[in-house]
């Protein structure tokens, strides 16, 4: 008998736990209703679109917690329970959020946290598990990351490349009335200046970027670089010319990126003393070319006038002569 007895009361306890659970459950969701929002009108009635998440506590930076914030309109939660209670707007909205869009979030925010730590740690593993860790997120998000430190790198160059272009273009009318070679330096400048945060690292970041399987996207950045400076400077080339000259850029911003990794002098003088060498050589390469272009012009011109002519003696010649009886 007593057996019988000992599940008598288990049954009994197991109803009383859910019927906690749901009168917890219904007090959460009548709070809900109740929760008043930032521009102080009261949250959406409740219907039957209305949906509820429930959502472990879990310790979350506040980036990460504003990211939530901007994905779910309304929250309530259990006062002394252990769960969160989210409703989102309807039930439509719900269904068309893309999942895709949570890894792309996540990616982004671990790249951006990722770079506080490359200096201490490098463009490594090491780093992007630090950044993981600094927004919340288990270690193993890090696969979202195929190439490694290879996408931290990426990130940042494209990071620094949109910034560059910004810059740019804020600062196209103050450059009105410098010379051409003056706005090409300034451009320069600009971009290499924001690797200098991350100078005693970058060669491991150079090492990374050449290897076969990135130098794709190292040319591609390297490209967007010299075009957007030749672009704020003024240049409107639509020739062979408009290939050479980005060519030549991307040596001399290559050559002064790699002597900046052995600077020490305050402020890299020393750099922009490079930087300004490069560059008159290569303008003097480019008065050499053009000059070369104007004699070779000359000289085709020269050798079609001459055949011209020759032309036109034979067939005088031709007209002259008598015919034969």
Not at 11 to 17: E, G, L, M
Not at 45 to 53: I, Q
Not at 57 to 66: G, L, Y
Not at 140 to 160: D, H, M, Q, S, T
């Amino acid at each position: 008998m007593q057996p019988a007895i000992t599940g008598l009361r288990s049954r009994h306890q197991s109803k009383a736990v859910l019927a906690t659970f749901l009168r917890l459950t219904d007090s959460a969701r009548t709070k809900s209703c109740a929760v008043i929002d930032q521009s102080g009108g009261a949250a959406p009635e409740l219907t039957e679109t209305t949906s509820f998440r429930l959502v472990p506590r879990i310790p979350v930076s506040a980036a990460r917690r504003e990211h939530f914030s901007r994905r779910y309109s309304s929250s309530a939660e259990f006062s002394g329970g252990s769960f969160n209670v989210s409703s989102s707007a309807s039930q439509s909205e719900h269904q068309q959020h893309d999942p895709a869009d949570d890894a792309i979030d996540d990616r982004i925010l671990l790249l951006e946290a990722s770079l506080n730590f490359v200096g201490d740690k490098g463009w490594t593993h090491a780093a992007l598990v630090s950044g993981a860790r600094h927004i919340g997120l288990s270690p193993a998000v890090i696969g979202l990351l195929p190439r490694g430190p290879a996408e931290l790198v990426e990130y940042f160059e494209n990071k620094c490349n949109e910034e560059l272009a910004s810059q740019l273009q804020n600062n196209k009318e103050a450059w009105q009335g410098l010379r051409m070679t003056q706005r090409v330096r300034a451009g320069l400048k600009l971009r290499l200046q924001m690797i200098a945060p991350y100078i005693e690292t970058w060669a491991q970041a150079i090492s990374i970027r050449s290897q076969p399987r990135n130098v794709s996207v190292t040319i591609e950045h390297l490209a967007q670089i010299t075009d957007d400076v030749w672009h704020a400077a003024g240049d409107q080339s639509t020739d062979y010319n408009w290939y050479t000259k980005r060519g030549l850029l991307a040596g001399v911003y290559t050559a002064t990126e790699l002597y900046m990794l052995t600077d020490y002098s305050p402020g890299f003088a020393d750099t922009w003393d490079v930087l300004d060498r490069r560059l008159k050589d290569v303008m003097t390469m480019g008065r050499l070319m053009g000059q070369m272009g104007t004699s070779a012009s000359s000289l085709m011109e020269q050798i079609g006038s001459t055949f011209t002519h020759m032309l036109s003696h034979n067939n005088a010649e031709h007209t002259r002569k008598p015919s034969s009886l």
